[in-house]
């Protein structure tokens, strides 16, 4: 059962309540290079993005904010460690949010400064604590980052937010352990009404790190745990944009692009499959809209399939049959397959 939080405004952005799960991304590039994070942002918008987060590391850095927040459409999310001096910068600047992990900001009174200007400027402020980067203090007591060392980490934090009555806030406990990231955001999302961030942080290379989001990403929002998400992947960032979709997408959480069905091919098979629905994958990448199209490889569940799916192909021996809206359109050889479905796929569709 999903526990609807407070509503927070991130820019014209609203997550929580019953507003859709928002998809987010960070910036690879470094900020102070204006040219090629606004080139980076506007990828990443394409791809669908909703919020951009980017590391302000130095002052260039958080002097480069408000000239990206004026050449991109979505909203910007400045992320910050150790010197909190860098998120009274990015407020200035005219960031949406700021993400700050009060475990390395150090002192109280430097939270406090930090949460007295974002009150002041009505940014909210995601409370961003990591397995990584736990305070000294509780590593001592826990001697690991333990899921029950996390949450006294967000809980400590919580707590300066909720003295300084203030309540614009998102909050995420990510892990790189999935099993213990799934502790942790069960025991946060009983303890808190603010809407949470999640993922599985430093989850890998595309392929294994997908996969491990995956699991942990998808068992929280099925159990309907979750606000945000963004997928940390060692990748170009469109690639994170794609899996959160792609993971929304299989819980019918949201329906964003189209989505492939193919069949794992067997000895029934007697076309290349896999190449057909590789070209397939790659000519749907340009479609915005959201569409089944199954690339199926003989009759056994080919037909039933593909009546199914927006559009498909059930093929047979060196030939296919195209279906569009469950009905059988016409049987193509396999050279021409692919050009003719896209042909029918153009004729019913507005991209
Ligand atoms: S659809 Fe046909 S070829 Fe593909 S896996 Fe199923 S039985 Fe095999």
Redesign the pocket.
């Known amino acids: 059962m999903r526990r609807l939080k407070r509503v927070v405004e991130i820019g014209k952005v609203k997550i929580g309540g019953n507003n859709p799960i928002v998809v987010q991304s960070m910036t690879k590039t470094k900020t102070r290079d204006i040219k090629r994070t606004i080139n980076q942002i506007r990828r990443l918008q394409n791809a669908g993005c909703e919020i951009v987060r980017m590391a302000v590391v130095n002052k260039d850095d958080a002097l480069s904010l408000s000239c990206i927040k004026k050449s991109v459409a979505i909203p910007i999310i400045a992320d910050i460690h150790f010197d909190y001096r860098l998120a009274l910068k990015a407020i200035g600047e005219g960031v949406d949010k700021i993400r700050i992990n009060p475990g390395n900001i150090g002192e109280k009174w430097k939270v406090t400064e930090v949460i007295k200007m974002a009150k002041d400027n009505n940014v909210p402020i995601r409370i961003g604590v990591n397995s990584g980067s736990l305070p000294k203090s509780i590593l001592k007591k826990y001697r690991h980052p333990t899921p029950g060392a996390i949450v006294e980490s967000v809980n400590d934090a919580a707590k300066i937010f909720i003295k300084n009555r203030f309540n614009n806030i998102v909050i995420s406990a990510k892990g790189a352990d999935v099993k213990d990231t799934l502790s942790v955001y069960k025991v946060l999302n009983k303890q808190f009404n603010y809407p949470l961030h999640i993922g599985i942080t430093e989850a890998g290379l595309p392929f294994r790190g997908g996969i491990k989001s995956a699991v942990g990403s998808g068992v929280l929002l099925n159990a309907g745990i979750g606000d945000t998400i963004r997928i940390s992947l060692t990748s170009d960032p469109v690639m994170e944009v794609v899996a959160a979709y792609e993971i929304l997408n299989a819980l019918g959480l949201r329906q964003h692009g189209p989505i492939l069905i193919s069949?794992?091919?067997?000895?029934?098979?007697e076309v290349n499959?896999a190449r057909i629905a590789r070209r397939v994958e790659s000519r749907l990448k340009k479609y915005k809209n959201f569409m089944k199209v199954a690339v199926?490889?003989?009759?056994?569940?080919?037909p039933g399939e593909a009546r199914e799916a927006d559009f498909g192909v059930a093929c047979g021996k060196g030939v296919g049959i195209i279906f569009a809206k469950g009905k059988e359109i016409r049987r193509v050889r396999e050279t021409k397959l692919v050009d003719i479905l896209f042909e029918v796929i153009d004729e019913n569709v507005d991209n």
Do not use: D, E, K
């Open positions: 069949c794992p091919i067997c000895g029934r098979c499959l199926m490889g003989c009759v056994v569940n080919g």
